[in-house]
């Protein structure tokens, strides 16, 4: 199975803050890399998909870039409804594969 | 508009078989590319892949679960039934299920799950 590692776990910022989360593949995805948010009692949502596609929707201060092992989650701005938990997920192969999440939090 | 909902029950006994289903609106799972997934995540806890079914029947598993998870389809009823034995405690979670087509290659859509305890 393919491992997701992000990093950090957690992170506290304050809104107006730009802010990056990574994920390290443990091998080579090419750009099936996604993105989702989660906020607390809710379904995730798709934000980014095949690393740096924007799902429709969502805000273009959301984005996302990497290919190969390594990528990372941009918000260039933060907002107050972007405090909630961030997963990566790998779709190169079956198992799919989750990140164990970043908790973004208000400084 | 697409929509997927889950249901099954609420609490389920240790050793016992959890049936879960998926019922879905505004796509259809006989439409090539079409797939649906279960994904679980336990209170406090990161996000974990179960099962897929796609379009034309071919099915994948977790690693760590296949032994004891079995994933259908009913396309004439818009359904996708998750089947887990042996239910254990550490399987309390709450279950989705998404939609995976092979234009985005990733989990559109989301039901809103469903909270299974496994408990005596």
């Known amino acids: 199975d393919i491992q997701m590692t992000q990093s950090p776990s957690s992170l506290s910022a304050s809104v107006g803050d730009r802010v990056t989360i990574t994920c390290r593949a443990s091998q080579n995805i090419r750009s099936y890399l996604n993105w989702y948010q989660q906020k607390s009692g809710k379904a995730p949502k798709l934000l980014i998909y095949v690393a740096s596609s924007l799902q429709s929707g969502v805000p273009s201060r959301f984005s996302g870039s990497g290919s190969g092992t390594d990528f990372t989650l941009t918000i260039s701005s933060l907002q107050p409804e972007d405090f909630a938990t961030y997963y990566c997920q790998q779709s190169y192969s079956t198992p799919r594969t989750f990140g164990r999440g970043t908790k973004l939090e208000i400084k | 508009q697409v929509t997927l909902r889950e249901s099954g029950p609420a609490l389920v006994k240790p050793t016992q078989t959890l049936t879960l289903t998926c019922t879905f609106s505004?796509?259809?799972?006989?439409?090539?590319?079409?797939?649906v997934s279960w994904i679980r995540q336990p209170p406090g806890k990161a996000l974990e892949w179960l099962a897929r079914i796609d379009w034309d029947d071919d099915k994948y598993y977790s690693t760590s679960l296949e032994t004891r998870l079995t994933i259908s389809k009913d396309t004439s009823k818009n359904q996708v039934v998750l089947t887990v034995t042996n239910m254990d405690p550490a399987d309390t979670a709450t279950y989705y299920c998404a939609r995976e087509f092979a234009g985005l290659t990733a989990f559109d859509i989301w039901g809103q799950g469903t909270m299974v305890t496994v408990s005596s």
């Open positions: 505004g796509f259809s799972l006989s439409t090539s590319g079409m797939c």
